[in-house]
């Protein structure tokens, strides 16, 4: 199994930047994408931006141009960032990062992390 540590969450104001991090251990040569969902009150979740083994990435329009994910493949951990600039209200949410397990064919969590951007 793979284990996702989130931090990085906090309270920003309209404009500003965020980055938020996400920590693998475990089974981390099983990992295959990895990124970013959120979810606002009373919304569903929803894909942010995802990255691949290879480095590709992909965004949902509500972020493109704005925020950037990255991926850092070391030796013992793999960590997935996620470069929030020009913040507004709506990106408001719950943070949660994924890796696909590839293995497994199973998705893992990590516990989420808040965001909070004030007009």
């Known amino acids: 199994q793979v284990q996702l540590v989130e931090s990085g969450g906090g309270l920003v104001q309209a404009g500003g930047s965020l980055r938020i991090s996400c920590a693998s251990s475990g089974s981390i040569s099983s990992i295959g994408d990895m990124g970013w969902y959120r979810q606002a009150p009373g919304k569903q979740r929803e894909l942010v931006a995802t990255?691949?083994?290879?480095?590709?990435?992909?965004?949902a329009d509500s972020v493109k141009g704005r925020f950037t994910i990255s991926r850092d493949n070391a030796k013992n951990t793999v960590t997935v960032y996620l470069q929030m600039n020009s913040l507004n209200t709506e990106d408001t949410a719950i943070y949660y990062c994924?890796?696909?397990?590839?293995?497994?064919?199973?998705?893992?969590w990590g516990q989420g992390t808040v965001v909070t951007v004030s007009s």
């Open positions: 990255t691949t083994n290879g480095g590709s990435t992909n965004y």
């Open positions: 994924y890796a696909y397990n590839i293995d497994l064919r199973w998705t893992n």
